[in-house]
């Protein structure tokens, strides 16, 4: 998968355009909305986020991120909200909170907190209604439990929305990456992108990886990214590698996003308004 030619015609923009649609609880014209998932926990899903909000942005793009589910911490959050000049506050960012380390329908039991599937559809779509483009991270893989009846991957089928899966390269990723895929296709979401990320000390199977998941995932456009260095979730260390990882992240992003942040770029546009 490689773009050639990033002057695209604005002619993509069409598909950018957000419809709220009452039957199903369901947010149509998906380009809107990009999903970060991930076949586990810290995989590098924030990492990635925070990379692809800087780069869209420093090229004059309306884009923004939240994390609409945190348990145990906000630090994730508040990486995002700093890339952003703050356009949206924590809550916005983050408006489902739990103060255990659990996954949130877990945490959710007894503490009097609830995350109707309506609501949280809600909060992204107020969000992305103040943007061209908005960054969904998810929390966990995709069968992670958000309320009493739903999961991540229920929330990215809710949203129809196109969909990246973070993986680390690693031994076991193939089986982790296949599964979460298998789940994924299985709920009718086809449009997904896989990334690899780099590890700090890779063992043998970092070579193949790759290539095995190439071949068993022909349809699947996958990426590599090298290990980023253990400040890669500072905002200082984003900044420093979305500066590398231009072309990449470009290739990422996909045509149909570029198109909007060069339109926006020849209209003389600034993100600063958000």
Sequence with gaps: MVISDLRLP???LAFFCLVWAGSGGKIKGVKKILFVTGTDTGVGKTVLTAMLLAFLRERGG?????????????????????????CLTLDE???????????????????GQKAPFGAVLGKIQAAASRCDLLL????????VPLGGDYT???????????TIVVCPNRLGTINHTLLTAEALESAGIEEFTIVLMGVKNPDISAASNPRMIRRMLPLRPVFCLPYLGFRAGTARGVKRNVKYLKKTLAQLAGGGILSIVLLQN???????VC
Excluded at 153 to 161: A, K, S, T
């Design 10 to 12: 604005a002619s993509h």
């Design 152 to 162: 991540v991957r229920d929330l990215i089928r809710g949203l129809e929305c196109k």
């Design 62 to 86: 309306r884009v923004l991120a939240m994390k609409p589910f945190c348990s145990g911490g906000r630090d994730d959050a508040r990486l995002l909200q700093s890339l952003q000049k703050e």
């Design 136 to 143: 969904v991270e998810g929390i966990g893989g995709v069968m």
């Design 266 to 272: 020849e209209k003389g546009l600034d993100n600063k």
């Design 93 to 111: 960012v983050n408006p489902f909170y739990f103060d255990r380390p659990l996954a949130p329908g877990a945490a959710a039991r007894g503490s």
